[in-house]
């Protein structure tokens, strides 16, 4: 009975993760909209930090990075991975971005934000290695297979690996934008970098809530 308590929650934990990471674009934007009347999405995820839905945008990273943390997996390795993306996804709600000139609108201030330079690298040098880790579940932990592989695994392998290859794809798009700056500014008004990290955290969700047998579960 005690074994069942803890698989139950182990699933649970999982359908947290995903619908997190699945609610979180859509949180940010209906959320900016009814507190602070606005309907301008932000150039990035990152950037809803210095909207009225700031708080909000924290606390779901840290709670996805909490819930990481508490994910115990079939062995050290699961563990760890999320040990290590706990400590990431903090590092990514910690130390924002910088908002530069212009502001985009919907912020509380005016002026740029004087965070140090530093703050940005940390930010975005955290976001990435917690994308990579959450590709790395998906990949390589959720495909792994104890005894007989069902045809329900075989089809939920194909979702995890799609996912992790969805979130890696997303970015090097990602890369590439930051670096080309014609690219970044030809396809600005179409919001590319918030709709790619939008993909990552959808592809993110989907993997966790199949892994939480959301749907597909072994009859």
Not at 109 to 138: K, N, Q
Not at 175 to 183: E, H, T
Not at 204 to 213: A, D, R, T
């Amino acid at each position: 009975m005690e074994n069942e308590k803890l698989v139950i929650g182990y699933l649970q934990i999982r359908k947290i993760i995903g619908i997190l990471g699945i609610a979180l674009p859509v949180i940010l934007i209906l959320g900016n909209y009814l507190l602070g009347a606005c309907s301008y999405i932000q150039m990035s995820i990152s950037q809803y930090y210095y909207t009225p839905i700031g708080d909000v945008f924290i606390g779901i990273l840290c709670a996805i990075s909490i819930f990481l943390f508490s994910y115990k997996g079939y062995d050290n390795r699961d563990n760890w991975a999320g040990n290590f993306a706990c400590i990431f996804g903090l590092a990514a709600a910690i130390f924002p971005t910088n908002m530069k000139d212009p502001v985009p609108p919907c912020n509380f201030s005016l002026e740029p934000y004087p965070f140090p330079d530093y703050f940005r690298h940390l930010h975005t040098g955290s976001a990435v290695v917690f994308f990579l880790i959450l590709a790395y579940f998906s990949i390589f932990l959720f495909t792994k297979h104890v005894g007989i592989m069902t045809p329900q695994k075989v089809k939920r392998n194909k979702i995890y690996r799609t996912c992790g290859y969805v979130i890696i794809l997303c970015l090097l798009l990602l890369l590439l934008i930051f670096l080309n700056d014609s690219i970044r500014l030809s396809l600005e008004n179409y919001k590319p970098i918030f709709v790619l990290e939008a993909i990552i955290l959808w592809a993110f969700g989907v993997s966790w809530l199949i892994k939480g047998e959301f749907m597909l579960a072994d009859k």
